[in-house]
């Protein structure tokens, strides 16, 4: 190899190494902001599945509490549907019974 050759070689090698080394410090640059670009959105994304999750947990317990109160109202609604079962019985058993002195007609006359 003569002297000429080695320097042109030299003068070739230098710039395509500068050149190859910010490729490369660029490819890295590149990828190390799309994984926080990533990183970023995948934080994002579970926060908003945190809050999903904690609306949903909310209203779950919103919705089981109005539901016992329901159930509660229910059975009282239950009782009193009871209690005025039991006086209308006793309400058509007075006005079914003979008054006094009174003889019960026949049916069919």
Do not use: C
């Not at 579970?46 to 947990?57: C, I, N, S, V």
């Amino acid at each position: 190899m003569t002297p000429e050759w080695l320097t042109a070689l030299a003068a070739f090698l230098g710039p395509a190494t500068g050149i190859l080394t910010g490729v490369v410090a660029a490819r890295r640059a590149v990828r190390s902001a799309r994984l926080s670009s990533d990183q970023q959105a995948l934080t994002a994304l579970h926060t908003g599945y945190q809050a999903l999750l904690t609306d949903r947990a909310t209203y779950t317990r919103d919705v089981l509490a109005e539901l016992a109160a329901v159930k509660t109202e229910l059975a009282a609604l239950r009782q009193e549907n009871a209690r005025l079962l039991l006086e209308v019985g006793a309400l058509r058993a007075q006005l079914n019974r003979p008054l006094h002195g009174e003889i019960p007609s026949q049916q069919g006359e």
